[in-house]
């Protein structure tokens, strides 16, 4: 390793070095030596530890493999298949019941239900828009979705008539969960706010006011002309501007010209599966923004709408309360950032001459990186009420690898001299083994936990390849009304629940992976909160708004209280996905691997050549779907074990996947940095990887694309 910083046994990448010497240290209240030599120590213990619990995914493996192929499914004798789990270490052993500890929990987390954005943390303009997102015009949300009919295409600048049913969406909405005590608020003239209560005019002369009193919260402005009524329900807030010159406000009565709702009240900032960084430059640019998010300095210059503007983080939302006092709504979704799991290494710091585990670099660096926002000296802008750091972790298996994570942060806040649990985890609930173990891998963390999550792809990538001997796995679209998904969604709810988490902790859902799909969201995506989720992902921030109605409409703390019996048995999360080659059309066969191929195709493409780790890709039908690594990962091991299982042939799918290479081309022609891979196939890295990720699939660890798309990139950025 050329031209490298060596202090003790470490060896650093210069540009890694220089930005936490010049940028991340300084103002952090930690030293140069304390930091290096506290990582130095932390790694000599943590390292073959790492290494163990990565053995010991393989061997579990092996050993399901080897029983897989004595004892192929589909599963009839569940009690021999659980004695043989519990036999290998894989089941954990029961545990007493208990309820997490976990302390300084912002309200966002414990106590206020609301939808929660992922974004890649390299891409600064989709960071501070996300950090934005905490508030969303409800207005812009409606006129430029699907929601209601399509605007005139014939209309040139604002299509009145579509407006007009915007408006009337709105009203509804008020009308809904802000209903008054006479009328509505189509009748409505005017507000003013008088003996500490809000006064509503409406268009027979009368006034009158909120059925609930104490759903006001305050306004902008004078009490006898507002600028703003700022409203509440379920603790969510909602802004309704007052504009009288506004192109909106001027023709609506009550000279409403907007309702801004409080949308995304959280936002993972992810360094890992949305993320293509592969090497120390990479990854210093990943810190970087997130250093600018901490401290309130990031910021971008673009253009929109014709027009250089510099895109900032929104302050604190100004206000008075009913009592005419001065308050504050926070402007800014709360903070948390998506470290890398136990798997992957990285050379932009070695130890002893070996890559470190990306993930502990990664908690030391994204650690150290949010004392500047903890320091009690810095009067900007809090992430944390309580000055909390929250880490989501992924991609662990089972209660000993949660335990593991626990361990490295310990080690992290001696080192940077933070109190015991101050870093918060975030259990990302997207592997077998972990949610065969969850109350097991939640009592690992129970005095940090924050957060548990299901990841359908992901959970789905892993099942196909934990079971990849067992025989062919049903198709994608039998997958997700499968019996163990099912379960997996009741119990990640159930299990959270009975360890203490309603009112402390969040119960998340997963993705809702197609952006320009708003009205069918709006139709599928209440069905989180109704299930006792309090959050959900959403692709954008658009949608978070959008999403933002359904927690008006559902109380996720009533529908939790209601929620009762037993926790769905085990034998049906454990209810292998497999089928018999014959039950398999020819018909159902080529659109899976169509549209498989499709997939990976488009989504790898970018990642090798251009290094976007995430982005709206084309589907087969050409509708934009967010993808990221886990969408690649399930595709990848769908079709490795139909090769497997002589399904299809290897020749078929290289067939395929050339048809689809063509096909993804055509998708991407309006994009000047794109690359072609057809129709030279052996010239394209791109098309290499894709190929290298079905035909290698069963070898990967775990089924993760991590390895080999990391492996090709550097190879493409070498050549450059």
């Not at 379960?487 to 629940?497: D, W």
């Not at 989180?528 to 658009?542: D, E, L, Q, R, Y």
């Not at 096909?663 to 290499?688: C, R």
């Amino acid at each position: 390793m050329s031209n490298s910083i060596i202090i003790g046994k470490l060896k650093i990448k210069p540009i890694l070095f220089n930005f936490i010497t010049e940028k991340v240290l300084p103002n952090s209240g930690v030293t140069g030596a304390s930091f290096w030599s506290g990582l130095e120590k932390s790694l000599k213990q943590l390292m073959p530890k790492n290494q163990t619990l990565l053995a010991k995914r393989e061997l579990l493996q092996q050993q399901q493999d080897d029983w897989h192929s004595k004892n192929p499914g589909p599963i009839t004798d569940f009690f021999a298949y659980q004695n043989f789990l519990q036999k290998i270490g894989y089941l954990a052993a029961d545990i007493p019941d208990f309820k997490i500890n976990t302390q300084n929990l912002d309200v966002e987390i414990a106590n206020i239900a609301g939808p929660q954005l992922v974004v890649p943390i390299n891409n600064a303009r989709y960071a501070l828009n996300a950090a934005n997102a905490r508030w969303g015009s409800l207005y812009d949300a409606l006129y430029g979705s699907d929601i209601l009919a399509k605007k005139s295409e014939v209309a040139q600048g604002y299509d009145a008539n579509h407006g007009a049913k915007v408006i009337k969406w709105g009203r509804n909405f008020l009308n809904q969960h802000f209903t008054l005590k006479n009328g509505d608020f189509n009748q409505i003239t005017g507000f003013t706010i008088a003996d500490k209560q809000l006064q509503i005019s409406l268009k027979d002369g009368s006034n009158t006011q909120l059925n609930q009193p104490n759903q006001f919260s305050g306004y902008q402005g004078q009490e006898t002309t507002p600028d703003a009524i700022i409203l509440n329900n379920n603790g969510l807030h909602i802004i309704i501007k007052i504009d009288a010159k506004n192109q909106i406000g001027k023709t609506d009565p009550a000279h409403i010209a907007d309702i801004h709702l409080e949308a995304a009240l959280s936002t993972i900032m992810d360094c890992e599966d949305s993320v293509a960084a592969v090497n120390a430059a990479e990854k210093a640019a990943v810190y970087n923004n997130w250093l600018g998010l901490m401290n309130s300095d990031l910021s971008i210059k673009m253009q929109k709408s014709g027009k250089d503007i510099e895109r900032k983080l929104n302050p604190d939302i100004a206000f008075s309360s009913p009592e005419g006092k001065a308050s504050n709504l926070k402007g800014r979704s709360l903070m948390l950032i998506r470290n890398v799991g136990h798997l992957m290494m990285s050379d932009a710091i070695l130890f002893n001459d070996q890559e470190i585990p990306e993930g502990i670099m990664d908690a030391f660096i994204t650690i150290l990186i949010a004392k500047h926002n903890l320091k009690t000296s810095n009067e900007g802008h809090k992430n944390s009420q309580f000055g909390s750091v929250y880490v989501v972790k992924p991609k662990m298996h089972g209660p000993e690898e949660v335990a593991f994570a626990n361990e490295i942060f310990n080690h992290v806040e001696q080192v940077l001299n933070l109190p015991q649990n101050t870093v918060k985890i975030g259990i990302m609930d997207e592997e077998r083994r972990t949610s065969a173990n969850l109350k097991q891998c939640i009592h690992a963390v129970k005095d940090r936990v924050f957060f548990i999550n299901t990841g359908f792809l992901d959970r789905t990538g892993d099942e196909i390849h934990t079971i990849m001997q067992a025989g062919p796995i049903i198709t994608k679209a039998e997958m997700k009304n499968s019996d163990w998904i099912a379960t997996y969604e009741a119990r990640n709810v159930k299990i959270g629940l009975e360890c203490g988490f309603k009112g402390r902790a969040q119960i998340g859902k997963g993705m809702w992976a197609m952006p320009d799909e708003m009205a069918a969201m709006m139709q599928q995506k209440i069905r989180h909160p109704k299930a006792g989720a309090t959050t959900a992902w959403v692709p954008s921030p658009t949608a978070a708004t959008l999403h933002a109605t359904h927690y008006h409409q559902v109380n996720v703390a009533q529908v939790q209280s209601k929620i009762t019996g037993s926790i769905p048995p085990l034998d049906n999360l454990l209810n292998i996905p497999v089928t018999q080659k014959n039950k398999l059309s020819q018909a159902q066969i080529n659109q899976d691997l169509e549209m498989s191929a499709q997939s990976i195709l488009g989504y790898v493409v970018r990642w090798i050549d251009q290094g976007i780790g995430c982005s709206k890709v084309p589907d087969i039908n050409d509708i934009g779907l967010m993808e990221d690594r886990a969408t690649l990962r399930i595709s990848s091991q769908h079709i490795a074990n139909w090769l497997h299982h002589d399904i299809c042939s290897n020749q078929r799918v290289i067939d395929i996947m050339q048809k689809m290479a063509i096909k993804v081309d055509g998708q991407n022609k309006g994009d000047a940095l794109y690359n072609n891979m057809s129709p030279n196939f052996e010239n394209s890295i791109a098309y290499k990887a894709a190929i290298a990720l079905v035909f290698e699939g069963m070898t990967q660890p775990s089924g993760y694309t991590e390895p080999l798309l990391h492996g090709m990139r550097r190879n493409l950025l070498a050549k450059q």
